[in-house]
Structures are given as structure tokens and as C-alpha cells.
């Protein structure tokens, strides 16, 4: 099931970046670190995922530890739209589950 | 176009009812799934279908049965509706079976209710 281990919950002021940690300290090295988000009332929307590499795309960045134990996820600057759950997922490439668990609740304050 | 589309969003129904809720997605997927997420928030993978075919079933009651006329579709019946059956259905889709760039794709979800 889940291999991370995220904080129940964090608060972000607009405009500013949201930091968001995730610990997979047994992940393997076949596996990749995703990350989806959960707005009220909707179904999960993938942001983004990486191997060993930074990544960056138009919604976040993904900072990987050079010992891919943990994560970070940043929001470079939250807006009251990003109010979600966000979730961090480590899955095997070849693998077809996506195991999700309790996430951060993150809350951007006006 | 709505990508991955599920019908209906709410379901109010009776204990003992059996019912059905369906799945369609229009992005040319090969591979399907359905979560069940419980009132704790706690999203978890039901069942899996590549190309109509089952792949995984994460020990789900046999009240549940999905049914994937093609692979554009996967629909879901439940049997012989319990209260514990309440929660949202979510129907997710994604474009490789395995691949480091596999991505799920959401609907919108199915409130159901069992009073």
C-alpha cells in the first residue's frame, strides 16, 4: 500500500511558495515519485513526477533528495485555487497500481 | 469534451438495491480503474481493467462486479447494497499499461448514498 508519509496539514499565504515534504524512505530504485492534488468535490488531477531528477512544469517543481528518500513539491506562488489535498505517490514503472495516501490538506490563506 | 465522464454524480438508494454506475473516457486509454473513497478521505484502488481485460481486483467483496464492454468503458454494479457502501466512486483512466509516463485521469466522481 502507501510508502509515504506526508504532514496531515499545512498553511500557505497567497503569493507565496507552498512547500510541501513527502518521506519515502524505502522506495526502491525502480520507482518513481508522483504527486496528484484533490480539490473539494473533484476527482484527483495529476502535477507531476520524477526519478532522481528535478523537475519542473507550468503548475510546481519536484525537488528529489540526491538519496530519493524524500520529496518536496513546491507551488511557486499559491493561489486560493490550490486549496486541495495534495498527494505524494511512489509507484514502480511497470507497476499499475497508483496507492494514494491521506495526503496534506493544504490551505492557502488570503 | 469531458475527458473521463461518470454517470450518475449522486445515488441515493435503498439497503438489499443493486445498482450501477458507468465509466466512459474518449482519450483513447487502454487501461481503466475504480477507486472507492471512504468518509475519511482515504482514496483506494477497487479494480483495474487493461484493454477489457482484469487486471487488478484489491480483494473487493463480490457484490462488485465491473463489467468493460470495450475499452472505453468500464461500468460498475454492485449487488445487494450494505450502508458501508457509501462513498465516492471515482473512475480514473490511463494511456499505457506500464511506462514511466503512465498518468491517471479522474472523472468527476459518484456520490453514493445507502440509507
Known amino acids: 500500500d502507501a510508502k509515504t508519509t506526508q504532514p496531515p496539514s499545512m498553511d500557505c499565504a497567497e503569493g507565496r511558495a507552498a512547500n510541501l515534504p513527502c518521506n519515502h524512505s524505502t522506495i526502491s530504485g525502480n520507482e518513481y515519485v508522483y504527486w496528484y492534488r484533490q480539490i473539494h468535490s473533484q476527482g484527483p488531477q495529476y502535477i507531476i513526477h520524477?526519478?532522481?531528477n528535478n523537475e519542473t512544469n507550468e503548475m510546481a517543481s519536484l525537488i528529489i533528495t540526491e538519496d530519493r528518500k524524500s520529496s518536496t513539491l513546491i507551488l511557486p506562488h499559491a493561489t486560493l485555487r490550490d486549496t486541495a489535498v495534495y498527494y505524494c505517490?511512489?509507484?514502480?514503472?511497470?507497476?499499475?497500481?497508483?496507492?494514494f495516501g491521506t495526503g496534506t490538506s493544504l490551505t492557502v490563506i488570503p | 469534451d469531458t475527458a473521463v465522464s461518470q454517470t450518475p454524480k449522486y445515488l441515493v438508494t435503498q439497503m438489499g438495491n443493486d445498482k450501477s454506475i458507468k465509466c466512459e473516457q474518449n482519450?483513447?486509454?487502454?487501461?481503466m480503474y475504480w477507486y472507492k473513497q471512504d468518509s475519511k478521505k482515504f482514496l483506494k484502488i477497487m479494480f483495474s481493467?487493461?484493454?477489457?481485460?482484469?487486471?487488478i481486483n484489491e480483494t473487493v467483496p463480490n457484490r462488485f462486479s465491473p463489467k468493460s464492454p470495450d475499452k472505453a468503458h468500464l461500468n460498475l454494479h454492485i449487488n445487494s447494497l450494505e450502508l458501508g457502501d457509501s462513498a465516492v466512486y471515482f473512475c480514473?483512466?490511463?494511456?499505457?499499461?506500464?511506462?514511466?509516463?503512465?498518468?491517471?485521469?479522474f472523472g468527476s466522481g459518484t456520490q453514493l448514498s445507502v440509507l
Open positions: 482519450l483513447g486509454h487502454d487501461t
Open positions: 520524477g526519478l532522481k
Open positions: 481493467y487493461n484493454n477489457k481485460e482484469l487486471i
Open positions: 480514473a483512466s490511463s494511456p499505457f499499461r506500464t511506462g514511466a509516463n503512465e498518468k491517471l485521469f
Open positions: 505517490i511512489v509507484r514502480e514503472h511497470t507497476g499499475n497500481q497508483f496507492y
